[in-house]
């Protein structure tokens, strides 16, 4: 069945399912999303690296981003997702008169200090009652309601450190592997010889990659060079063969085949939406 590509400008939704489960969603998309956890736990894999996400806590991934999500918990798992595109985030910049979208939408998890996360949810539930019912200006209140929660999640981190002393040395090994997947994108690079530079078996660290991020070496490679062939058909005149070349594909036609799997579109049909 043949994918077809979303257009989102805003959109919110509450999702809420018992017990543990890998989400099959989109694996990047042109449009921001901000998930916020009221119950459970998850992991999400976002870019290069796995966030441990629990009640309270925030994650934001910005358009183009790889990501997944592993529900962790038994019990209930609800989470709000809040979908944005582009060019909803320069609306915010423009209500703001500042360029928020550049700087404050930046992947990682953020969490709400304990004493704001009863207002936070009370104003995310408010987002979503306008967005679902509609009254009168319902959307430009939650246009507005969206940029209030920018300008929280801003707070918040930066009244965060990051401690990465305490990372899982795992997470920070396949994260290692992650940035030198992207950083060999475009290179005809093996299983086997990723898994000699990090001193493991193929087999073993296939096996490890998927479990941290919930994808394969294989489909993380493919997604990250389709994601790279996407800003080069949008920002550059090099052919669909040059930008299939550069970014890995070796096959233009097998690159033209992964590349509408993953985005509903063929590659000069994406171009088009420059």
Known sequence: ???????????????SRMGQAREDSER????????????????????????RLQAGDFAVIPAGTLHKTDFTSHGQNTKYVISFSVKTA?????FLETEFSGTGIRAGKIKAPVQRQEAILLLVNRMLYEYENRPPLGISLCLALLAELLISLQRYREG???????????HGRMRDVAA?????????????EVADHFALSPSHLS??????TGFGIREYLIHYRI???CELLLNSDMSVTQIADK????????????????????????????
Do not use: W
């Open 227 to 229: 994601r790279q062939a």
């Open 160 to 170: 965060e450190k990051e401690n990465d002393g305490n990372e899982d040395p795992i």
């Open 90 to 94: 320069r609306q915010i910049d423009a």
């Open 1 to 15: 069945m043949e994918k077809k590509r979303e257009t989102v400008d805003l959109k919110i939704l509450k999702e």
């Open 28 to 51: 990047f998309h042109r449009y921001h999303e901000v998930y916020y956890i009221a119950e459970g736990r998850c992991s999400v894999f976002i870019g290069q690296r796995t966030y």
């Open 180 to 192: 030198y997947l992207c950083e060999h994108a475009g290179e005809q690079i093996t299983l086997t």
């Open 207 to 212: 096996r490890i990659f998927h479990q941290e």
């Open 247 to 274: 970014c890995g594909f070796s096959d233009s036609n097998y690159f033209g085949d992964a590349f509408k799997k993953a985005t509903g579109l063929s590659p000069r049909e994406y171009r088009k939406l420059s």
